[in-house]
C-alpha cells in the first residue's frame, strides 16, 4: 500500500484521465469537425496508430519529438485526404470506405513500422505542474503533456469557431442540409473534404500522442481501439467539441482505473478493470440511442442519420 | 452590400417559347410569360402541368431545349441558379432550404455572398435588426429554425431572399405548408411589397381563392402548354377550372349516404406519444371511430397529428395507452395492418411512406408484393404480377407518369400523391387513418380523392381524418374533434359545427 492509500486511486485516475484522454481528444475532435460536414470517417483508428508509427519513425531518426508530431498529423491528413477524395465520388459509401482505411492504416503502420519496435526515440517534453507538491503521485498526476494543453485550447477555439467564423457556417450548412448549401452556390464535396482533411491531421496528431507521450513506445498493441471509441463519443458528445473534451477525460478516467487500483494492490480483476472503457463505449451507445427520439444535434446529413 | 441599398426596383421579365422535354415527354411546350417590374403573377394548372419545371428552366435548374429569357430587354442564357441570383431572381420553395439546426439569424447571413471570415454578430445583429424594421413583419432572429412553425418559415424563406437583395421572388406552392392564416399573412405581405415596387413575383399555387385574391395576373398550364390566362380582374373561380381542367367536368361531391352507428372499428384509450424530442406530443388521447363514420381531427399543424398518425402506422412507439381495432389490441404490425384493413394516408408521402428511388410499380406494391397474386411458387415476387397491378391502379387513379417502371422522385408533387392514395385506398379498407390527404392536389384530383374517402365511408371504413382544412374536414366529416397541444380539447357532431367555435379551439383553451 502506498502513503495516500484509497485517495491515492483518485489522485491515479484524476493524473490517468488527464493522461490518457489525448488521443481521445484529438481523435474526437477530428471526427466532430469531419461529422460537422456531414461525413463519417471510420479509419481514424488507422489514422491513430499511423500517427504514432510515423511519428516514433521520424523522432527517430531526426532526434525532434515535435518534428514527429507534425509528421504524423500530416500523414493524418493525407490519410484524410484520401477519404475524402474518395467519398466525394459519386455512390461510395463512407462507412465502407472509412473501414477500409482503418484496416490500410494499421495494415501499412506495421508494415513499415517493423524497424522501429526496438530502437529508442526522444520522448516529448512533459509540463511539471505539480512540482510544488512533495507527493510523488500528485507530481506523477500533474505531470500534464504539452499535447493535451494544445488539445484543452483547441476544443473552445473549435466551438467558436463553428459558430463565428465563416468557414465554420459554411461546414455546418454542408453537414445539415446540402441542398442548402447548393442553392448558396457553395462546393459541397470540396467542403467536406477539407473538413476529412482537418479531421485526419487531428486524429494523426493524436496518434504521436501515443508513440511519443504516453505510453511512448512504438509497439503494434499501442492502440486498442481508442481511434474506434473516440468516434462512439462523438455521438455521445452530441458533436459538441466541449462535451468531447469532457467525454474524453471520462474515457481516460476509466482507461486509468484498472492501472491505479493496481497501485493500491487491487490485482483482482485486473483485466476486468481494464475492459471499463470498452463497457463504457457500449453503455453510452445503448443509452443514447434511442427508437423513439433522435439524436439532438446530429448532423442531418450524415449517412448515420438519413 | 448589397442588401442594404435601398431597394432598387425590379425588372422587366419576359419568357418566350420556354420549351422542355424529359425523353418522349413534353413537359413545357412553348411557354411565353412577362412579368412587369411589380407584378404579382400566379401561375395555375393541374399536377403535371409543368408548373415547377417552368420556373426550374427560368432559375437554371432545367436546361430548357428552347426558349428565351430577357431581363430588361437583354438576352440572358442562365445554366445555374447561381447565375439566376446574379440577375436577381430568388425562388421559395415548398419545402424548406433553412438549416434547421441555425438560428434564423445565421440562416439569413449564410447567403451573403461577401460573408467575413470572422463573423462580428454585434455588428451582424444591429444590421439585421436595421433590415428587420424596414420589414413589414419581425421574427425572433435567435431561435433555431427547428424550433419555428411553418408560417414563420416561409416568412423567413422571403426575407432571406429579400436580404439577399433579390427582386424578382419565384415561389412554388408557398402557401401548402401554412394554414389559411398564415398563407394570408405571407401572401399579404408579398402583395404589399410588390404594390411598394420593392419586388416582382411569381407564385405557383392550387388554391384559387389566392390567385383570385392576391394575384394581379394568372397564367395557366395544362399538359405543359399555356391554355389561358390574364388580368385577374376579368376572371372567376370557374373561369380558372374551365381553363385547367378543358373539357373534362369536375367530379361531383359524393353523396353522404345514411348510416346508423355502426360497430366501434378503431378506439384509443389514454394514447400518449413523444416526439422527436422526448417531448410530449399526445396527451392522454381517447376516443373512438365507427364503421362507416369519419372522424375529422382539426388543429393547428404541430399539435400533436403528425405523432398521433406515426404510431398508428407503427412508425413510432406510444409512451402509454392502448390502440384497439375491432375490439382488439392492435400491434400495428404489417400482419395487425392486414388482418384488420388498417390503410394510412401519412403526411409528405414522399419522405414517410414511399421509397423515392424505387420504381412506381415497386412502391404501389408495398402492402401486396407478399400476396399469391404477386408472386411466384408463394415466395418469389413476380416482376410482371406488380408491373401489371401498377398499370390497373395507374389508369384507376390517373396517375401521370411514363410508366410502371419510373422512379417515384421523377414524378411530380401531386402524383406522388396519387401514388400512395392508389396504394392506400385500392385495398379492403376497414380502418383508413388520413392526414392532409389533399395537401398539394390540384382540383380536380382533391374532388376525386374526398370522393374516395367518402366511398370508403359509404361502404363501412372508419375513417380517421386529420386536416389543417376545416372546409375539407366540414365537407366530409360526421363528427369534428379539435386537436390541441396533444389533447382532443373539443368535439363537435357534423350537424351544428361551427367554424368560429373550431377556430376559437385550434388556437387555445377556451
Ligand atoms: N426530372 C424529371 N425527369 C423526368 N420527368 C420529369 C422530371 N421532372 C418532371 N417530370 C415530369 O414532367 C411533368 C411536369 O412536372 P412538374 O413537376 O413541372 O409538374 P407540376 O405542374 O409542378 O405538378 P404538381 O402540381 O404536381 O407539382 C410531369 O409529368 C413529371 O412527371
Ligand atoms: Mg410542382
Not at chain 1, 279 to 298: D, F, I, M
Not at chain 2, 413 to 428: C, F, H, K, W
Request: glycine share 12%; charged share 20%; proline share 5%.
Amino acid at each position: 500500500m502506498t502513503e495516500l492509500g484509497w485517495a491515492g486511486v483518485l489522485v491515479a485516475v484524476a493524473g490517468g484521465a488527464v493522461r490518457v484522454s489525448t488521443p481521445y481528444l484529438f481523435v474526437s475532435l477530428g471526427e466532430t469537425l469531419t461529422e460537422k460536414s456531414g461525413r463519417v470517417n471510420l479509419g481514424l483508428e488507422g489514422t491513430l496508430v499511423l500517427g504514432a508509427m510515423s511519428a516514433y519513425g521520424v523522432a527517430h531518426l531526426s532526434g525532434s519529438p515535435w518534428l514527429g508530431v507534425l509528421v504524423a498529423g500530416v500523414a493524418g491528413a493525407g490519410f484524410g485526404l484520401g477519404h475524402g477524395a474518395v467519398c466525394g465520388l459519386a455512390r461510395v459509401n463512407d462507412v465502407a470506405m472509412g473501414i477500409a482505411l482503418f484496416l490500410l492504416g494499421t495494415g501499412l503502420a506495421f508494415y513499415l513500422g517493423k524497424p522501429f519496435i526496438e530502437p529508442v526515440a526522444p520522448r516529448l517534453p512533459h509540463l511539471a505542474f505539480g512540482a510544488w507538491s512533495a507527493s510523488p503521485q500528485v507530481r506523477a498526476a500533474l505531470d500534464v503533456s504539452p499535447l493535451f494543453v494544445a488539445g484543452a485550447v483547441l476544443a473552445p477555439v473549435l466551438r467558436w469557431a463553428l459558430g463565428n467564423t465563416k468557414w465554420g457556417l459554411v461546414v455546418r450548412t454542408v453537414g445539415d442540409n446540402s441542398d442548402a448549401a447548393k442553392a448558396l452556390g457553395w462546393p459541397v464535396s470540396l467542403v467536406r473534404t477539407l473538413a476529412t482533411v482537418a479531421g485526419g491531421f487531428l486524429a494523426g496528431v493524436g496518434g504521436s500522442f501515443l508513440s511519443l507521450q504516453y505510453p511512448g513506445t512504438w509497439n503494434e498493441a499501442l492502440s486498442s481501439g481508442q481511434g474506434l471509441m473516440a468516434i462512439a463519443l462523438v455521438i455521445f458528445a452530441r458533436w459538441d467539441p466541449m462535451a468531447c473534451f469532457y467525454a474524453s477525460l471520462l474515457f481516460g478516467g476509466a482507461t486509468a482505473l484498472g492501472p491505479a487500483l493496481q497501485s493500491v494492490g487491487v490485482t483482482t480483476n485486473y483485466y476486468l478493470y481494464g475492459a471499463a472503457p470498452y463497457v463504457l463505449t457500449l453503455g453510452l451507445l445503448v443509452y443514447s440511442s434511442s427508437t423513439r427520439h433522435t439524436l439532438v444535434g446530429a448532423p442531418s446529413e450524415l449517412t448515420i442519420s438519413r | 452590400m448589397t442588401s442594404l441599398t435601398p431597394p432598387a426596383t425590379p425588372p422587366a421579365v419576359e419568357v418566350i417559347g420556354m420549351t422542355k422535354r424529359f425523353g418522349d415527354l413534353r413537359a413545357l411546350d412553348d411557354v411565353s410569360l412577362t412579368l412587369a417590374p411589380g407584378s404579382f403573377h400566379a401561375i395555375l394548372g393541374q399536377n403535371g402541368a409543368g408548373k415547377s419545371t417552368l420556373v426550374k428552366c427560368i432559375m437554371g435548374y432545367h436546361r430548357p431545349d428552347a426558349g428565351r429569357l430577357l431581363v430588361d430587354g437583354h438576352e440572358h442564357v442562365v445554366v445555374n441558379p447561381r447565375q439566376a441570383h446574379a440577375l436577381g431572381f430568388g425562388m421559395v420553395y415548398q419545402h424548406f432550404t433553412l438549416v434547421p439546426s441555425m438560428s434564423a439569424a445565421e440562416n439569413l447571413i449564410l447567403g451573403r455572398a461577401d460573408l467575413p471570415a470572422v463573423i462580428r454578430w454585434a455588428e451582424e445583429r444591429a444590421r439585421l435588426e436595421a433590415f428587420q424594421r424596414r420589414m413589414p413583419f419581425t421574427l425572433d432572429l435567435d431561435r433555431p429554425v427547428a424550433g419555428l412553425a411553418a408560417g414563420q418559415k416561409q416568412k423567413l424563406e422571403i426575407l432571406k431572399q429579400l436580404f439577399l437583395g433579390r427582386r424578382v421572388l419565384i415561389l412554388d406552392e408557398p402557401t401548402s405548408v401554412l394554414t389559411p392564416d398564415e398563407a394570408d399573412q405571407v401572401l399579404g405581405i408579398l402583395r404589399e411589397l410588390t404594390a411598394e415596387n420593392r419586388l416582382s413575383v411569381l407564385i405557383i399555387t392550387h388554391k384559387f381563392r389566392e390567385a383570385l385574391a392576391f394575384a394581379r395576373e394568372v397564367t395557366v398550364l395544362r399538359a405543359g402548354r399555356r391554355v389561358g390566362g390574364g388580368p385577374v380582374a376579368g376572371l372567376s373561380r370557374p373561369d380558372l377550372v374551365r381553363m385547367m381542367i378543358g373539357s373534362a367536368a369536375l367530379a361531383e361531391p359524393a353523396t353522404r349516404a345514411a348510416r346508423p352507428g355502426g360497430a366501434v372499428a378503431l378506439e384509443l384509450e389514454t394514447l400518449t406519444v413523444r416526439n422527436d424530442k422526448g417531448l410530449l406530443a399526445v396527451r392522454d388521447a381517447s376516443g373512438v371511430v365507427r364503421a362507416g363514420e369519419i372522424v375529422g381531427v382539426a388543429g393547428v399543424s404541430g399539435n400533436g397529428q403528425r405523432e398521433l398518425v406515426e404510431v398508428l402506422a407503427g412508425q413510432r412507439e406510444p409512451e402509454s395507452g392502448a390502440i384497439r381495432v375491432r375490439g382488439e389490441a392492435y400491434r400495428r404490425t404489417r400482419t395487425d395492418m392486414r388482418r384488420h384493413g388498417v390503410f394510412v394516408l401519412t403526411e409528405e408521402p414522399l419522405h414517410n411512406s414511399c421509397v423515392r428511388g424505387m420504381s412506381v410499380a415497386e412502391n404501389l406494391a408495398f402492402r401486396t408484393f407478399d400476396e399469391p397474386a404477386n408472386t411466384r411458387g408463394g415466395w418469389l415476387v413476380s416482376r410482371r404480377a406488380l408491373r401489371r397491378q401498377a398499370r390497373s391502379l395507374i389508369d384507376a387513379y390517373g396517375i401521370r407518369t411514363q410508366g410502371p417502371d419510373t422512379r417515384l422522385e421523377a414524378l411530380s408533387g401531386g402524383n406522388v400523391q396519387r401514388t400512395v392514395l392508389a396504394r392506400e385506398l385500392s385495398g379492403d379498407v376497414a380502418v383508413l387513418i388520413a392526414q392532409n390527404p389533399c395537401a398539394g392536389l390540384d382540383v380536380a384530383a382533391t374532388a376525386e380523392i374526398r370522393n374516395r374517402i367518402m366511398a370508403a365511408r359509404n361502404a363501412g371504413a372508419a375513417v380517421l381524418l386529420l386536416s389543417e382544412d376545416l372546409d375539407e374536414l366540414l365537407e366530409l366529416a360526421d363528427r369534428i374533434v379539435v386537436m390541441f397541444e396533444g389533447r382532443f380539447v373539443y368535439e363537435t357532431p357534423r350537424d351544428g359545427a361551427d367554424l368560429h367555435t373550431i377556430g376559437h379551439h385550434m388556437a387555445s383553451h377556451p
